[in-house]
């Protein structure tokens, strides 16, 4: 099984602050097959980053994914308010199928 | 516009049994591989199914494998999840969502039912 470890836990950061999430892989993943999602309380997830570095439909330009193998960062280059989330990466192709981080809770200060 | 509608959602007891629904539209349905993923109170994300577009493949997770079945109808674009010998730890929000082309990403969602097992 493919586990994904998220970390920080927690963020919090003063807006226009730059946002580094990490999520490390226990083995390597295709960059093809790596994705994050924002989730705003009382809302479904909703796809940020497919991948690794492919922003979706509508995403703003702050928020940009890279790396490769086991470890890849999700970055939020100006903090907004609106930004405040959980934020899970995710993964396609090990056992089971998919499998998600624990998330990043990311807080304004 | 896609757009992905569960329902089915409700209150139960331990062992008992439930049925989601998931009716899709804006989108070729049939194309698509499918998933349930579901989400604990205060908890994270867990996949928890996968169904390929035509059915003839489905994927499960261990903590429900023997207990839940995933199922879909293209003719009525809608996608299933029956839920048998359910326990206090299946409770909760129940998303469905569709994959991506690759079916690597899960690029739209439902708003999510939730479901509540306790005696």
């Known amino acids: 099984e493919i586990v994904l470890t998220q970390s920080p836990g927690t963020l919090s950061l003063s807006p226009g602050e730059r946002a580094t999430l990490s999520c490390r892989a226990s083995?390597?993943?295709?960059?093809?097959?790596l994705a994050w999602y924002q989730q705003k309380p009382g809302q479904a997830p909703r796809l940020l980053i497919f991948g690794a570095s492919g922003r979706a439909t509508g995403i703003p330009d702050r928020f940009s994914g890279s790396g490769s193998g086991t470890d890849f960062t999700l970055t939020i280059s100006r903090l907004e308010p609106e930004d405040v989330a959980v934020y899970y990466c995710?993964?396609?192709?090990?056992?089971?199928?998919?499998?998600f981080g624990q998330g990043t809770k990311v807080e304004i200060k | 516009e896609v757009q992905l509608l569960e329902s089915g959602g409700g209150l139960l007891p331990p062992g008992g049994s439930l049925s989601l629904s998931c009716a899709a539209s804006?989108?070729?349905?049939?194309?698509?591989?499918m998933s349930w993923v579901r989400q604990a109170p205060g908890k994270g994300l867990e996949w928890v199914s996968g169904?390929?577009?035509?059915?003839?493949?489905?994927y499960y997770a261990d903590s429900v494998k023997g207990r839940l079945s995933i199922s879909r109808d293209n003719s009525k674009n809608t996608l299933y999840l029956q839920m048998t010998s359910l326990r206090a730890e299946d409770t909760a929000v129940y998303y469905c969502?569709?994959?991506?082309?690759?079916?690597?990403?899960?690029?739209?969602w439902g708003q999510g039912s939730v479901v509540t097992v306790s005696s």
């Open positions: 804006g989108f070729t349905f049939s194309t698509y591989t």
């Open positions: 969502a569709k994959s991506s082309s690759n079916w690597a990403s899960f690029d739209y």
């Open positions: 995710q993964q396609y192709g090990g056992s089971p199928l998919w499998t």
């Open positions: 083995q390597s993943v295709s960059s093809s097959y």
């Open positions: 169904i390929s577009g035509s059915g003839a493949g489905t």
